[in-house]
């Protein structure tokens, strides 16, 4: 009798912790699937915003975008007609930034130069580019190469705009992989009296945009006259 009232117990007992271990499974259970289920909407979320991003900026590019592009045509002074377009290529640069391509280097330098090329040839300025060769190639993220070339291009308009520039020069070099970047125009330069051009609106931006690349940018005089800008920051390392 003993021992059938010892086995029944023992047999109530594995039930009990069967029963146990099958509801805390099922809890789990419930719990990754809420936990899937919340993911799954949180993404539906973000993919209708993107979905609704991504129509703004299409409606935004067509129709503020082409106002700008015909506002260039009309302009007659080629430096205000550069300034405009350097905004429209600003807007482009936003609408388009969320499939902004990762690219390397190289690649990168060379659409800034051939940006730069027809900026310079709109308003009958030369472009000197003189770039080192045997520089290194690794891959820039989509931040960087944005960063990069809305420096570039904001060195270029200054030099336009405020240096009155007929010729840029642009050199490309490396060392201990860090790419040294430099602008220098053939303008007035800098005056003992003039605000550092560092301070403004848009050269605060170019060093903000310096510091994301962990870099650094300064603005001197030119060797021989104008203003020199000079950008630095460490390449990736390669894989």
Same mark, same amino acid.
């Given at each position: 009798?003993?021992?059938?009232?010892?086995?029944?117990?023992?047999?109530?007992?594995?039930?009990?912790?069967?029963?146990?271990?099958?509801?805390?499974?099922?809890?789990?259970?419930?719990?990754?699937?809420?936990?899937r289920?919340?993911?799954?909407?949180?993404?539906?979320?973000?993919?209708?915003?993107?979905?609704?991003? =991504?129509?703004?900026?299409? %409606?935004?590019?067509?129709?503020?975008?082409?106002?700008?592009? !015909?506002?260039?045509?009309?302009?007659? %002074?080629?430096?205000?007609?550069?300034?405009?377009?350097?905004?429209?290529?600003?807007?482009?640069?936003?609408?388009?930034?969320?499939?902004?391509?990762?690219? !390397?280097?190289?690649?990168?330098?060379?659409?800034i130069? =051939?940006?730069?090329?027809?900026?310079?040839?709109?308003?009958?300025?030369?472009?000197?580019?003189?770039?080192?060769?045997?520089? #290194?190639?690794p891959?820039l993220?989509?931040?960087?190469?944005?960063h990069?070339?809305r420096?570039?291009?904001?060195?270029?308009? @200054?030099?336009?705009?405020?240096?009155h520039?007929?010729?840029?020069?642009?050199?490309?070099?490396?060392v201990?992989q860090?790419?040294?970047?430099?602008?220098?125009?053939?303008?007035?330069?800098?005056?003992?009296?003039?605000?550092?051009?560092?301070?403004?609106?848009? !050269?605060?931006?170019?060093? @903000?945009?310096?510091?994301?690349?962990?870099?650094?940018?300064?603005? !001197?005089?030119?060797?021989?006259?104008?203003?020199?800008?000079?950008?630095?920051?460490?390449? #990736?390392?390669?894989?």
């Amino acid at each position: 009798m003993a021992m059938l009232l010892g086995a029944a117990l023992a047999l109530l007992l594995a039930a009990l912790l069967f029963t146990v271990h099958r509801l805390r499974h099922e809890r789990q259970q419930n719990r990754t699937l809420a936990s899937r289920l919340a993911d799954e909407l949180r993404l539906a979320r973000v993919a209708a915003a993107a979905d609704e991003r =991504e129509r703004l900026f299409a %409606d935004l590019h067509d129709d503020i975008g082409a106002k700008l592009t !015909t506002l260039v045509h009309a302009l007659e %002074d080629p430096q205000h007609a550069d300034l405009v377009r350097a905004v429209v290529q600003d807007f482009r640069d936003i609408v388009s930034r969320a499939h902004q391509d990762a690219c !390397t280097l190289l690649e990168a330098l060379a659409q800034i130069r =051939e940006e730069t090329e027809r900026r310079l040839d709109a308003v009958h300025s030369v472009l000197d580019w003189q770039q080192a060769a045997g520089l #290194p190639d690794p891959l820039l993220d989509e931040a960087q190469v944005l960063h990069l070339f809305r420096i570039a291009r904001e060195a270029v308009t @200054n030099a336009l705009r405020h240096g009155h520039a007929r010729h840029i020069r642009v050199r490309i070099r490396a060392v201990d992989q860090h790419l040294f970047l430099d602008f220098t125009d053939d303008g007035p330069g800098l005056r003992p009296n003039q605000p550092h051009p560092g301070r403004g609106r848009g !050269t605060s931006s170019m060093r @903000n945009r310096a510091e994301q690349l962990s870099g650094t940018i300064d603005w !001197t005089a030119g060797t021989q006259g104008g203003t020199k800008v000079i950008l630095e920051f460490p390449l #990736p390392m390669p894989d």
